[in-house]
């Protein structure tokens, strides 16, 4: 099982809600929302309102990576906007485990996302209240850099300690996936890919196609 979800960044922003009408009908799984905040990553997007503002416009699961700093004052916002998932950075507040605790308390999927800095082993404690991983193959802030082959080793060590505690916890990837990068993750033990620049390049007309290629 592969599960595509393509990250707004790319998106034309001058019209989200026929973009995210676009990727359901080219059979995109989930929707990526990527929150910045000029503070915890180097650039600024945006923040709930866009959420509730693209929630009607469709019935897949809106998957929210949160790079914001402090994160906790906000999960509330996105649960009410209609998030599926909220993935958060364990460096973005003093008590990750009860920031995930909070998000699975208010009905949500609840993520953790490991920069490229991150080792894995932050994750052991928190193993417990999530329903996903997210390893970061690029730096946060930005869509279009190059995948980082250095994080392989660290998909394959999640899926080893998801498997080995027999968790049912989903393994998602983030930054630079191509058809190439999307294989070598999926190899790793990945089965969700967040992409943006190989799935929104040459527009609407191609989203079948580029999504269809990942997988
Ligand atoms: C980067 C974001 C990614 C980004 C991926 O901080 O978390 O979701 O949009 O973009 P590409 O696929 O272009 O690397
Ligand atoms: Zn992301």
Redesign the pocket.
Known sequence: MILISP????ADWSCFGEEVTALEKAGADWI?V?V?DGHF?P?ITFGSRLVKAIRPFTTRPLDV?L?IAPVDPYIEAFVEAGADILTLHPEAGFHPHRSLQHIRKLGLKAGL?LNPGTPVQMLEPLLEEVDLI?V??????????T?LDSQLPKIEAVRKMIDYKGLDILLEV?????AETAKKSREAGAHVL???????KDGPQSYAKNIQSLR
């Open positions: 990250s707004l960044l790319s990526h990527d910045m990553v650039n990576h790079m996302a997210l970061m193959t690029v730096n946060p802030g930005f869509g279009g850099q995948f983030d930054g630079g996936i191509t967040v992409s943006g620049t190989s799935i929104f």
